[in-house]
């Protein structure tokens, strides 16, 4: 198939995916460039993909649809447009019986959560969403995966419901100096559940008010504080083996 | 004072500070917003503001420049205009004797330099940036330092004539799976000096050639690396006190 116009209103439906609302709706989102969609296509959420040259590109059992440089400009998020974009469906996820767990408040940056996805996976730690935490899918987060997102154990949820019916977990705030340093913990037995709070805010009064135990990372007095994917990170690499 | 047109002679002069070239041959650098400028002045490196509103600020022995809100956008690098830019003269600046090295061989990425500052500080690393690594002064880096740029102990130099005229650390270079799990890491007695490559070359060959000690980050096979800036910091966390 070949799609010539940017009014095709194959190509104005799936632009709406930058947004949200409408990925949502659709329960579709968009990766672009090589190494994401081939990320894509090895893990099985690859619907379709969108190519400007007809030969470069060949999946199985994957739709190819060729574009002109101005409708791919238009599915596209980025500056310099890309060669492919793939559409792809929504991750279907659990968290896994044997993971620890890094719970996230509130995380605001895109790029950051997608360093903190990176970490997680290599960290073997999965990750749930706050409803007020910035969306998984957004363009940016996806890109700072570097193809994580298709590795990670994740789920969206409510923090305090899940807090309330999950007791597998033992919960901790990381904090910028309450409670236990990081190189001085002892896992009690159960998995642990770590929660990253908001870049600026820290973790949200919800949260504090159902968990009372803190774990922080030693550090010089000079530092006001880490970048939250740092920290979150050094946290995962710490507490991961313990 | 009050600057009211873009094509100012000071203004012109100031704005092509958002150029390395410029910076290097006046030997000074800009910060945007409260935060920055105050640390700017906290450290003694601020040497005149530029503001919207002649009530709002007052520094000592600082100039301070009232200019309309066109000005202020020809001078700012952001999208959002700020209330306050500061004209900083250039840091000098030494290595501490007692602390460990950080050494940047080609880190592209602004932000990532900036997060690698950040834990720098906390963690009492000092950084050698290399001539081939992302400008210290550009305004992402700066902006995602959060102000510990003024805090950090750097020198630019030549990689390999450093390592052969400075015999106080021992270096390693930081790979992916070769040398030493940094977990059972013991230092020699010297101070360390861990050499960070580029986010998608890694470490020149250059610095291959002279230096043959390795460390890595134990971390899950399902993750092709952690983001540099991250890697970074776990290094410094463990190595940090050891």
């Known amino acids: 198939m070949l799609i010539t116009s940017v009014n095709n209103e194959k190509i104005r439906e799936l632009s709406k995916l930058q947004i949200k ?40 059992n994957v739709d190819k649809i060729i574009v002109t440089p101005e409708v791919m400009k238009k599915l596209s998020e980025q500056e310099t447009t890309p060669d492919i974009i793939g559409v792809c469906t929504y991750i279907n996820n659990t ?41 998984i899918y957004n363009s940016k987060t996806i890109r700072s995966t570097e193809g994580m997102i298709f590795h990670i154990n994740f789920v969206k949820d409510n923090i305090q419901s899940f807090v309330m019916y999950n007791d597998k977990y ?39 008010n159902i968990i009372n135990n803190y774990v922080h990372i030693g550090e010089s007095d000079k530092c006001e504080s880490l970048n939250v994917g740092v920290a979150a990170s050094i946290i995962m690499y710490e507490l991961g083996d313990k």
Chains 1, 2 share one sequence.
């Open 170 to 208: 033992d919960y901790y705030i990381a904090d910028m100096n309450k409670g236990v340093n990081i190189k001085d913990f002892n896992r009690a037995g159960k998995m642990v559940a770590v929660i990253m709070g908001n870049e600026g805010n820290g973790v949200s009064d919800a949260t504090r």
């Open 95 to 135: 968290l896994s019986d044997s993971n620890n767990l890094l719970i996230l408040d509130g995380i605001q940056d895109p790029g950051n959560l997608g360093t903190i996805i990176r970490s997680a996976v290599a960290f073997n730690f999965d990750i749930l969403l706050g409803s007020n935490t910035v969306d």
């Open 21 to 60: 609302k409408y990925r949502d709706i659709q329960n579709k989102f968009l990766v672009e460039g090589d190494h994401l969609v081939n990320e894509a296509y090895k893990s099985g959420y690859l619907l379709e993909v969108f190519v400007l040259d007809e030969n470069k590109y060949d999946f199985n």
